[in-house]
């Protein structure tokens, strides 16, 4: 997997401004994804997170798990899942 990406962070951010967006460009590295994406969440105050999803079902899903979903199930910020 890559790791952070604060140029990625920082051109959405950008994006979301000149829309009229107010935000906040946060990059995170940890082996513990969703809890660090819950934290960063919590600790900035957001009003949104985005994340993406791939999709995958059945057994795959199980094996690997989803990042996705533990961020919606554990968190208490509205979550947008792009596909």
Do not use: Y
Not at 43 to 66: N, P, Q, T, Y
């Amino acid at each position: 997997m890559g790791g952070a990406r604060p140029e990625i962070a920082e051109a959405v951010r950008a994006a979301a401004e000149r829309a009229g967006v107010t935000a906040k460009a946060v990059t995170v590295s940890s082996d513990l994804v969703a809890e660090a994406i819950l934290a960063a969440a919590r600790k900035h105050k957001c009003d949104l997170v985005v994340m993406a999803s791939h999709g995958r079902k059945g057994l795959k899903r199980l094996l690997l798990g989803s990042e996705t979903q533990h961020v919606l199930t554990h968190g208490d910020v509205p979550v947008l899942v792009l596909r």
